[in-house]
């Protein structure tokens, strides 16, 4: 459908108000928002994480898309929820102690919610002890730890520790990520998964939850 297209490519250009437009002129159609949701907007990602991970597309550009999704994600939700979609499961993501940076794990949050995972983004500088609480009150399927410095790196962890010692590491896949995060250091730290950008933290979550597509 031409307008679904339309949505994709404008998502695609970063054209937030334009994308805006035309999700609420789709919704005020009767359009279902699951539709809208899968044939537009995560059409449109899909195009943009291809082009990022082949160099096409640079940080700010992704960014911009990932706005224009955020914004357009907010009209659709009640929709989504009155229609009774349901997410393709849960997850609890949050940049370790120490660490007060966030664009990563943005982007991350936004491409997953893309995706059509329900996210708890529980932010900045997070202590071991609040992601165990966190985990025990919102259940998630997967827990995300990012972290930007060589020197927070290491509280993940710790973090994983925490989660260990509290006994419920069963319960969780844990994915972590950031700059100076590596896939040996994922291993030696007991992590499930490592993802070095957020369109690669979307195919590893699809992977663990069990999702194939």
């Not at 054209?15 to 002129?25: F, G, I, P, R």
């Not at 609480?133 to 827990?143: L, S």
């Not at 925490?162 to 844990?174: C, E, H, L, Y």
């Amino acid at each position: 459908m031409k307008e679904l297209q339309d949505l994709a490519q404008l998502l695609e250009q970063g054209q937030s108000q334009k994308v805006l437009a035309l999700t609420q002129q789709l919704v005020d159609s009767g359009m279902s928002p699951q539709t809208i949701l899968n044939d537009g907007l995560i059409a449109g990602m899909a195009v943009v994480g291809e082009k990022m991970r082949n160099g096409e597309m640079y940080l700010p550009e992704v960014l911009q898309s990932a706005g224009a999704m955020k914004a357009s994600l907010a009209i659709l939700k009640p929709h989504l929820a009155r229609e009774g979609a349901k997410p393709r499961g849960k997850i609890l993501i949050g940049t370790v102690k120490g660490d007060m940076h966030d664009i990563g794990k943005n982007l991350v949050c936004i491409m997953l919610q893309g995706a059509g995972f329900e996210i708890v983004d529980i932010g900045l500088n997070v202590e071991p002890q609040k992601f165990v609480t966190a985990i025990t009150e919102h259940t998630p399927e997967i827990v995300g730890l990012s972290a930007m410095l060589t020197t927070t790196m290491l509280n993940m962890k710790t973090t994983i520790e925490a989660i260990v010692a509290a006994g419920i590491r069963s319960k969780v896949k844990i994915i972590v990520g950031g700059a100076p995060v590596s896939q040996k250091f994922a291993d030696e730290i007991g992590a499930d998964g490592y993802s070095r950008d957020a369109v690669l933290a979307v195919d590893k979550v699809k992977q663990l939850i069990g999702h194939t597509s």
